[in-house]
């Protein structure tokens, strides 16, 4: 993609055009047919499918967190481009992540198809190739989502804090993962701040912090201003999330703040403890349009990352709705649920 192309993707629709931008990128590296490694063909084919389906929140809060930066000025068309690739970068991190997670979880199904291990799995009739296609795949996505935010279409003194943003929201995210395993081992001891410091980690650095900073980079603004409302809006993203799945959650023996805070109280119920998170989640969310405010951000923005708390607040109160009123399936679940 040029740059042109980018400039004119990003005036119509610059979510699809980092979406475009990360096809191109996968499909840039899948071997020629002469090479005849159908299986290699195949890994990148699954990696681009799981890492192009889904809402794509991540690459939505890089566009939001830019705001307009769009016009004929040669800074707009270089925070445009910049916007573009960030917002690819932060959609093929994700995409690492999920093989990663699916692996680790021993989850065959993703969305109601197969996970990349299980599908190279089948592909290949071994179980051992088809996880060591999926770490490595994963690890392919990790390195490119750092290609991305150096690429050539973003500016030196972009690229520079960048690269940083990334980098510190890879370690939090896989030291996030590791302590949320430890969880699961019996003879460790664990909280409700433990969880949520887990949370922090694994899935605010990446899904809100990242992105946000990564959109102020790009139009040019201190990225630190972002900091404050995305780490409430990532607490309140991941316990809507648990409240979501959380009879999923306890089958597997997953520990989230839900059966944290049942532990902690268990003569409050399953509906005490989802009720006591999802006021804290719309709390979470109240202070983040404060912190948006506090910072004098352009319109735009606020109204871009607005939306995404706004749907927040909806994904909590459905979930706590359903939960109350329906046996939880897996398609129940995955409505109430992220993207993942």
């Given at each position: ?150 690429s050539p279409q973003v500016p030196q003194h972009m690229a520079i804090p960048a690269t940083r943003i990334v980098v510190e929201a890879i370690t939090e995210s896989i030291e996030g ?164």
């Amino acid at each position: 993609m040029t740059g042109n192309d980018v400039s004119r993707d990003q005036n119509r629709d610059p979510q699809r055009a980092s979406l475009e931008l990360v096809r191109r990128y996968l499909a840039d590296r899948r071997p020629d047919p002469a090479e005849g490694n159908d299986v290699l063909a195949f890994a990148y084919d699954e990696l681009s499918r799981i890492t192009l389906a889904g809402k794509h929140v991540r690459s939505s809060l890089v566009h939001a967190s830019a705001g307009a930066v769009t016009s004929e000025a040669t800074e707009a068309t270089e925070a445009a481009e910049a916007a573009v690739a960030f917002g690819a970068a932060v959609d093929l991190l994700h995409g690492a992540f999920l093989l990663h997670d699916d692996l680790v979880d021993q989850d065959d199904l993703r969305r109601g198809e197969w996970s990349f291990h299980a599908s190279l799995r089948e592909a290949t009739s071994n179980a051992h190739m088809g996880h060591s296609l999926a770490l490595l795949a994963g690890d392919i996505a990790l390195a490119g989502a750092m290609d991305l935010v150096t690429s050539p279409q973003v500016p030196q003194h972009m690229a520079i804090p960048a690269t940083r943003i990334v980098v510190e929201a890879i370690t939090e995210s896989i030291e996030g993962e590791l302590r949320d395993i430890t969880h699961r081992i019996p003879q460790v001891r664990t909280s409700v701040a433990a969880v949520r410091t887990a949370n922090a980690w694994k899935t605010t650095a990446y899904t809100f912090r990242a992105p946000m900073m990564l959109g102020a980079v790009a139009a040019g603004r201190d990225p630190r201003q972002m900091v404050p409302a995305a780490e409430l809006l990532g607490f309140a993203y991941q316990a809507t999330d648990d409240i979501a799945g959380f009879q999923g959650d306890a089958t597997m023996g997953r520990v989230t703040m839900v059966t944290e805070m049942l532990a902690d109280d268990p003569a409050g119920g399953v509906d005490g403890a989802v009720h006591r998170l999802a006021a804290q989640v719309r709390d979470a969310v109240r202070h983040a349009r404060e912190a948006l405010d506090r910072e004098g951000l352009p319109a735009d923005v606020v109204a871009g990352v607005g939306a995404v708390a706004d749907l927040l607040v909806q994904r909590v109160d459905n979930a706590v709705e359903a939960l109350g009123t329906a046996d939880v399936s897996e398609g129940w679940e995955s409505e109430c649920r992220d993207d993942e």
